[in-house]
Nanobody, 122 residues
Framework: QVQVVESGGGSVQPGGSLRLSCAAS????????MGWYRQAPGKQRELVAT???????NYADSVKGRFTLSRDNAKNTVYLQMNSLKPEDTAVYHC????????????????WGQGTQVTVSS
């Protein structure tokens, strides 16, 4: 199995910064895309940003220019640097990892973390 653990959430004032981390571990053959999604109360889960194994990134329009996604392939870890945070960024942030296991190396499976709360409020 694959475990996905997020960290780094918390409370911050508008304009502040937070850095989220997400580490994947377990019986991993390879990891392709990694990314962050968020879900605010009463809303559907939405994409925040994704990154390929080669480092190509994709951002939601609402976070472009404020959030930066990076990854360390050796550590199976992805980082989300969030700057200029706004109240509308308040949500539970979930990490998703597209991983393949040694027994099924051609079958990609999405693994999700439990989520970490980000609250932006004055």
């Amino acid at each position: 199995q694959v475990q996905v653990v997020e960290s780094g959430g918390g409370s911050v004032q508008p304009g502040g910064s937070l850095r989220l981390s997400c580490a994947a571990s377990g019986n991993i053959f390879s990891i392709n895309d990694m990314g962050w999604y968020r879900q605010a109360p009463g809303k559907q889960r939405e994409l925040v940003a994704t990154i390929t194994r080669g480092g190509s990134t994709n951002y939601a329009d609402s976070v472009k220019g404020r959030f930066t996604l990076s990854r360390d392939n050796a550590k199976n870890t992805v980082y989300l640097q969030m700057n200029s945070l706004k109240p509308e960024d308040t949500a539970v942030y979930h990490c998703k990892v597209d991983a393949r296991m040694p027994t099924t190396p051609f079958v990609p499976i999405d693994y999700w973390g439990q989520g970490t709360q980000v609250t932006v409020s004055s």
